[in-house]
């Protein structure tokens, strides 16, 4: 619900509305992008040692700096993402959203501006208002890649403090290749300097290696993940980030104290045990969102190429309309505002036949624009 009229909320926030997804009991629920896979037992087992063993302690506050955590992070990225980095280097939060948090708390804030290209995560936007940092939202081609030529005038003029750059992006599922990146960050140098954050949300499904290496001696340069996605564990809410040691120092200087509990420290050192593992089940997703892309296509959606765990779908003359239609169908995607798109979450191939079965159904001549010959 909007904030109260009744209560002296700060002004940007007056009859804004709270981020969220539809959470409906629905047989095929594809809104949220989330690993449809169960953590596997034996890993499931893992963490109950480990946070049994956490348990007999917790009435001491846990490791404030997570370095146990910290290191282990630091491993998984450098054996993975294509570039050695060290503890000092990675900074782990409540989620990926603490982290950008935690991000704009020390770089943004009142009388300062932030910066991302939309259609994006809109979790950007919102965590600068909530943080009293200015949003500009940056431009994008008609086929939500990123115009860089008009990214760059606009970088320049608006001198922003932060950028965002979402790879895969949410919600078109579009990659970022590292020219675009290195062209915005030094646009933001010569402007500011500013700092530029690579959000890789959706990194481990990507088609492409992560752009990781970039922040080698860039210390203004920041990449975002998350174990939600990959590694299966939404309901873990773990975050992490990899910079320059100096970024990793500045966001210790806003992070609340003991920020993760020794029961999230446990439960995720665990999940890193068992990597290869959850890997594989991102084998299996990338496969299945490859055969969504095909049969949508051959279904006579258009499809945006995608890199991520979900397919951006359409277009529809009322993407609400044609997003209830399938929700009649049991099948429950997300509808971002996007005009004339919806988008699937990658979910087991029952799932993905269940929400291809209803989209064949869809009345084309009702719902999907036509396309020029």
Partial sequence: MPASDELPVREELRGKSPYGAPQLDVPVR?????????????????????????????????????????????????????HQVDRTQVWAANGSNEVLQQLLQAFGGPGRTAIGFEPSYSMHALIARGTGTGWISGPRHDDFTIDVEAAVRVIAERRPDVVFVCSPNNPTGTAVDAETVLALYEAAQSAKPSMVVIDEAYGEFSHHPSLLPLIEGRPRLVLSRTMSKAFGAAGLRLGYLAADPAVVDAVQLVRLPYHLSAVTQATALAALEYTGTLLAYVEQLKSERDRLVTQLRAAGCEVTASDANFVQFGRFQDSHAAWRYLLDQGVLVRDNGVPGWLRVSAGTPAENDAFLDAVRKLNKTAFQKETAA
Avoid: W
Wanted: no cysteine.
């Fill in 30 to 82: 594809l809104n949220t992008n989330e690993n449809p896979y169960p953590l596997p037992e034996p890993l499931v087992a893992r963490i109950a040692e480990r946070v049994t063993e956490a348990a007999r302690t917790l009435n001491r506050y846990p490791d404030r700096d997570a370095v146990e955590l910290r290191t282990e992070l630091a491993r998984y990225l450098s054996r993975t993402a294509g």
